[in-house]
Nanobody, 118 residues
Framework: VQLVESGGGLVQAGGSLRLSCAAT????????MGWYRQAPGKQREWQRE???????????RYADSVKGRFTISGDNAKNTVYLQMNSLKPEDTAVYYC?????????WGQGTQVTVSS
């Protein structure tokens, strides 16, 4: 299974970005896929913060810090999830990682940098 992310970049505070994550291989569905982020200065994988995730039925969960600003969605047919990020703040600056459940451990994408300037 490979998770390929796209859509990161540099944006001013208040702006928007849309991240995409396409899963290839034996992923089955988007059930349990989501996004984590790793802020600058936090080097350990366990320091990644859950941003949002989604089930194949469309149920979603968000970190309190992004509720009302970020929206996760998915396309089961394409095994792709999206993260629409609006009203971005400098504290949203991080490397954003796509993740999907695996039989032993989660799968992770390579990460995409999101930088929000003030």
């Amino acid at each position: 299974v490979q998770l390929v992310e796209s859509g990161g970049g540099l944006v001013q505070a208040g702006g928007s970005l849309r991240l995409s994550c396409a899963a290839t291989g034996s992923i089955g569905s988007i059930d349990g896929m989501g996004w984590y982020r790793q802020a600058p200065g936090k080097q350990r994988e366990w320091q990644r913060e859950l941003v949002a995730n989604i089930t194949s039925g469309g149920s979603t969960r968000y970190a309190d810090s992004v509720k009302g600003r970020f929206t996760i969605s998915g396309d089961n047919a394409k095994n792709t999830v999206y993260l629409q990020m609006n009203s971005l703040k400098p504290e949203d600056t991080a490397v954003y990682y796509c993740t999907a459940p695996g039989p032993v451990a989660p799968y992770w994408g390579q990460g995409t940098q999101v930088t929000v300037s003030s």
